[in-house]
């Protein structure tokens, strides 16, 4: 904080000092933070939390849509589709391939949204199997079916492609539908992380109550 009286607007925008008068009691809430402030990029509800405490309230309320990214070249979309399916609480985001992913864009919000790994397209699809998921392409692909007038299951996996590439063979192999979204300029596609928040979005618009 400046020395000046009032928190400057760039301070207010990035959290809060340390806690004034009496501190809490509740078990929620962390003393490190409490003692020197909190500058985290969380929501104001969870000011102050430790992260456990954060993580456990979202498992109590996490929608029932996954997400997965297949990650065969260190795809920079990755971190903005992690940030995404926190904002959206997707229930877990999977990475397909490679374990490592471009963290940048997530803006630490991985540390409240479960990620899991699969080596393959095979693996994930079993995973989806086992709990019997629907494994949704989103992809521009000849023959898909447009997202936007598509009733999309409570409980799916939506399945995104590369840069470059888009959804590996690998992946139409896995899927039990396609969706495009409809694009009207010029350009062949948008890009992996846009196309994800617009079919997360989807979801939310069909499914969750604000
Ligand atoms: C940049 S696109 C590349 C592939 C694209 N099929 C092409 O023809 O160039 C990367 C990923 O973004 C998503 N994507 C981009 N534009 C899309 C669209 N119009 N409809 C659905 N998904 C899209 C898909 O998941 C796709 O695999």
Aim: glycine share 6%; hydrophobic share 40%.
């Amino acid at each position: 904080m400046s020395v000046q009286e009032e928190p400057t607007r760039d301070e207010l925008a990035t959290g809060v000092g340390p806690w004034e008068g009496p501190w809490p009691e509740d078990p929620r809430y962390d003393p490190e933070l409490l003692a020197h402030g909190d500058r985290r990029n969380v929501v104001d509800r969870y000011r102050y939390w430790s992260r456990e405490a954060i993580v456990e309230d979202l498992d109590r309320r996490r929608h029932s849509f996954h997400i997965a990214i297949e990650n065969w070249q260190h795809d920079f979309n990755i971190g903005s589709v992690v940030r995404t399916a926190n904002a959206f609480l997707a229930a877990e985001v999977h990475i397909v391939g490679r374990r490592r992913w471009n963290r940048r864009g997530a803006m630490v919000t991985d540390r409240y949204q479960h990620v899991r790994h699969h080596v393959d397209l095979a693996a994930m699809a079993e995973w989806a199997r086992q709990r019997e998921l629907p494994v949704i392409g989103v992809d521009n692909l000849p023959g898909a079916v447009p997202l936007e007038t598509f009733d999309l299951p409570r409980a799916c996996v939506l399945l995104f492609g590369q840069e470059g590439p888009g959804l590996s063979d690998a992946a139409r192999e896995h899927v039990d539908v396609c969706l495009s979204i409809a694009q009207f300029g010029s350009t062949r596609s948008i890009n992996a992380g846009a196309a994800a928040a617009i079919a997360m979005h989807a979801w939310i618009r069909q499914h969750a109550t604000p």
